[in-house]
């Protein structure tokens, strides 16, 4: 069942700079609560730096500017006076290199956003916090016995679900994930992708994946992006993923989901 609680994120006219270079341009995309959608296109269209903006990590680059808004269940999440580590709280992210504090163990992996972002609990509901986000990340069977076990000693796709598990902790609204499979093998992809899919009933999730059947199987709607020719990167198409695979409305996307360029 749906959580009640799930929210929507809406990007209205986003453009973005890295100092006087334009890589974005009146991108408007609404990314529905309780959905995957995916954000597809070749490389340096500007997908992930759209997604940086989506939790303001872009304005930790010094040269990085941008222009438009993001809201979070109507709610700008770039206000004054909203904080920085308030809107990271609510929009997490899982990278693309699986990140765990190597020498950390799984148990306090879990917790490390907890100190972070000012949460606090007590130790029988941290008992209870590691196990809710270890199971949710499908990864508690397979470390239930070995929580002090440094988080490095877990193969790849473990350590990407440690990550999603962290993420987890702090009780985020929308997950962000950056190509979160391209270091892991065939099998890990599809059990974090199961993950995915799981997860969807309780934080809407945004992907980036180069990965289109990847985006086929684990979005309900994908953006395509594209930068022609030196321009800034925008969004040609977007809608539901069945519809952008088996009947694109541009030739572009036709083009792009059928492996003809990118
Ligand atoms: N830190 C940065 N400083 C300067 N330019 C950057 C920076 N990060 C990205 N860019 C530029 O912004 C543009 C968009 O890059 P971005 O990484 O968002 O694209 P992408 O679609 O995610 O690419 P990929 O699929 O290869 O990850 C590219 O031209 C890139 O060179």
Request: charged content about 25%.
């Given at each position: ?11 209205r ?59 979070l ?30 020498t ?7 917790l ?17 916090l ?31 679900r440690?990550c ?12 962000l994930?950056?190509?979160p ?62 519809a ?5 409305q ?13």
């Open positions: 069942m749906p959580s009640p609680d799930l929210v929507g994120l809406d990007a006219h986003i453009s973005a700079w890295f100092g006087e270079h334009k890589v974005l341009q009146d991108v408007s995309l609404h990314m529905r609560a309780g959905e995957v959608t995916a954000l597809i296109g070749p490389s340096g269209c500007g997908k992930s730096t759209f997604l940086r903006i989506l939790n303001r990590m872009h304005e930790l680059i010094p040269s990085a500017s941008l222009a438009g808004e993001v809201l269940a109507g709610e700008d999440l770039y206000a004054r006076d909203r904080r920085l580590t308030e809107a990271r709280r609510q929009v997490g992210m899982v990278f693309q290199k699986p990140n765990p504090f190597p950390m163990s799984i148990y306090d992996n879990v490390a956003g907890l100190k972070l972002t000012g949460l606090k609990a007590s130790r029988d509901t941290k008992d209870d590691v196990e809710e986000c270890l199971s949710k990340a499908g990864l508690w069977k397979e470390v239930r016995d070995r929580l002090r076990s440094p988080g490095g000693a877990l193969s790849g796709g473990q350590q990407q440690l999603i598990a962290r993420s987890l902790a702090i009780k985020p609204k929308v997950l994930m950056d190509e499979c391209s270091a892991l093998d065939p099998t890990s992809t599809r059990r974090i992708e199961q993950t995915i899919r799981e997860l969807v009933d309780e934080v809407t999730i945004v992907i980036v994946t180069h990965n289109m059947q990847q985006a086929a199987r684990v979005s309900d709607r994908c953006a395509f992006f594209l930068a022609e020719a030196g321009t800034p990167g925008g969004i040609v198409e977007h809608g539901l993923t069945d952008m695979f088996s009947r694109p541009d030739q572009r996307t036709s083009d792009y989901v059928n492996g003809r360029f990118g």
